[in-house]
């Protein structure tokens, strides 16, 4: 299947830093990925950022819009701030090379309350 998708993604550690995992929501379906090393919560908001465009990849997509709630992510994303951090700077390039199979791609912030995979994530830590 070809065209549009919305992307939810979020990214999380316990502790921070801690092990890392990612929840992505594509079309009503969770992809959910534990077991990703050590890091940082802003790392595993860049992984969560990679899977949701790998996501929308393997769904045929063109044209991508990705939600997250991490700030920080959204705004190095979108070229608004820079990370002086080079683990976050090899995920910002690691994003552009992801960004090039789009026609477009939209990165937009919502709230923690409407992110589908945040809300997803947060279930899946407790079963």
């Known amino acids: 299947m070809t065209g549009a998708v919305k992307v939810f993604f979020d990214g999380g550690c316990r502790p921070n830093p801690g092990e890392m995992e990612t929840a992505v929501v594509a079309r009503g379906i969770l992809h959910h ?27 045929g997509a063109t044209m991508v819009e ?17 990370s002086q951090k080079p683990e ?15 026609a477009s791609l939209r990165v937009r912030h919502v709230k923690r309350t409407q992110n589908l995979a945040g809300i997803a994530l947060a279930k899946a830590r407790d079963w």
């Open 66 to 82: 990705a939600l997250g709630d991490s700030a920080s992510v959204i705004n190095h994303a979108r070229g608004v701030s820079k």
């Open 33 to 59: 990925r534990r077991g990703l090393g050590r890091g940082s919560s802003e790392q595993a908001e860049w992984l969560a950022l990679l899977h949701a465009l790998r996501v929308a990849k393997a769904l």
């Open 88 to 102: 976050l700077r090899r995920c910002l390039e690691a994003f552009e090379e992801e960004a090039r199979h789009f």
